[in-house]
């Protein structure tokens, strides 16, 4: 894996809605820039190189990530929710980020945190550079737990370039500030 870019970005919220939030929530971003082996070849049905950088983009951003939280005082296993996304250049195309993201990303973010039972909600586009995704937060363990249902937005002005991945990895503690909405009981 050829990574051009890292960045890391952690936003803890300490006041929503005037009210003090204690602790704060905290959000982490790692995202990175990779090259795109198959950008330009048109359709490639063999991913299996794309699946392999997924993995080891996974094993760097989860450290990028985890290093970021242990820096605000947070651990790993404190994590609640998690997200990924990607952004694929013009010369590539969609599926390469579905390569990416999916078959090998979500063991090494697993095993970070201590577990992780559902899925990492994820999404993906084909773009240019300063593009933005939105990733999806869902909690670790069972997507329906509302307090955890989020979302955090990630862009790189210089990024991606027509032959490159954007890769990017959201985990967070403590849901959303003063989550007060439930579930229907009826």
């Not at 296993?77 to 980020?97: F, L, M, N, P, S």
Request: net charge negative; charged share 20%.
């Amino acid at each position: 894996m050829d990574v051009r870019t890292r960045s890391t970005t952690v936003t803890q919220t300490h006041r929503e809605a005037g009210v003090a939030v204690s602790p704060p929530t905290t959000i982490v971003t790692a995202t990175v820039v990779v090259d795109n082996p198959l950008a330009g070849k048109g359709l490639v049905q063999d991913l299996s190189s794309l699946e392999q950088i997924g993995n080891e983009a996974a094993e760097l951003l989860i450290d990028m990530a985890t290093a970021s939280l242990a820096a605000v005082g947070i651990s790993a296993t404190e994590v609640r929710g998690y997200g990924k996304g990607a952004i694929v250049g013009i010369d590539g195309d969609r599926e390469h980020t579905a390569a990416v993201l999916h078959p090998r990303f979500g063991a090494p973010v697993r095993a970070a945190i201590g577990g992780g039972t559902d899925i990492i909600p994820g999404t993906k586009k084909v773009a240019g550079p300063g593009a933005h995704i939105t990733m999806p937060i869902g909690n670790k363990d069972d997507r329906w737990v509302f307090d955890d249902m989020d979302s955090v937005e990630v862009s790189l002005p210089d990024a991606p370039r027509p032959d490159e991945i954007l890769i990017s990895l959201a985990l967070s503690v403590g849901g959303r500030p003063h989550a007060r909405v439930q579930k229907p009981t009826s």
